[in-house]
């Protein structure tokens, strides 16, 4: 079976600039989440959907930063314009609602680096 | 509030020692409780999770975790690290949808 799926996998791009990353989640997964990790920050939360909906955004550091889930097999997160100090490893991971509340696990994609020049 | 700590962010061991990687959480309700590992430029991959039952979990790679209630802990275990054990583990705990990372901790296997 497919993992979760994000693109790309690397971007260098110039301040100001806008950014778009791209996730497929597990087939049927109806939780999606968006996380960002630095060193600095470790691993923070960003936003999670829920049948497409989002739930909580709480943790999208400002204005410049948007996502979106037009359906259930892919999320977009846009950084417009971009800063330097958005550079870092931007992941995505899905989960299935019927285990969450019994220990259901995240599944994580392989990420994207974000370099902001 | 709930929340995890790892203690220690840089852990080094002698390949074929023990590895301890400590997991305290906090938690006003019984928490679901994971080890990820993260090997460099890759997403994080579940190594065990403990949900309810026994509380020594086995996870893959020889890995394991014991949930202490009274001590509010699961920590890591592997007999002997290797030196592909060479990597960054995060513990989290989970309630509902709502999931929790602590800082993690870098593992370096001395050859």
């Known amino acids: 079976d497919a993992g979760v799926i994000q693109s790309p996998r690397h971007e260098v791009t110039e301040m100001g600039q806008e950014v778009t990353l791209r996730c497929k989640p597990i087939?049927?997964?109806?939780?999606l989440f968006w996380y960002r990790q630095t060193m600095m920050r470790g691993l923070e939360l960003l936003i999670y959907?829920?049948?497409?909906?989002?739930?909580?955004d709480s943790g999208m550091p400002e204005d410049r930063f948007s996502a979106k889930m037009p359906n259930a097999s892919f999320s977009t997160l846009k950084i417009q314009p971009s800063e330097p100090r958005d550079s870092a490893v931007y992941f995505c991971?899905?989960?299935?609602?019927?285990?969450?509340?019994?220990?259901?696990?995240?599944?994580f994609g392989e990420g994207s680096r974000l370099t902001v020049l | 509030a709930q929340s995890v700590t790892q203690l220690g962010s840089h852990v080094s061991v002698s390949e074929g020692a023990l590895v301890l990687l400590r997991c305290n959480y906090s938690?006003?309700?019984?928490?679901?409780l994971f080890w990820y590992v993260q090997y460099p430029n890759q997403g994080l991959q579940l190594l065990l999770k403990?949900?309810?039952?026994?509380?020594l979990v086995k996870g893959i790679n020889g890995f394991e975790a014991e949930f202490k209630k009274s001590e509010t802990s699961f920590h890591l275990t592997k007999p002997s690290a290797h030196m592909s054990d060479a990597a960054e583990y995060f513990c989290?705990?989970?309630?509902?949808?709502?999931?929790?990372f602590g800082t993690g901790t870098s593992l370096t296997v001395i050859p």
């Open positions: 991971a899905s989960s299935l609602l019927r285990t969450q509340g019994k220990g259901g696990e995240l599944f």
């Open positions: 087939s049927g997964h109806d939780y």
């Open positions: 959907f829920n049948n497409n909906v989002p739930i909580d």
């Open positions: 938690s006003s309700v019984p928490p679901y």
């Open positions: 403990y949900t309810t039952g026994a509380t």
């Open positions: 989290a705990v989970s309630f509902g949808n709502q999931f929790y």
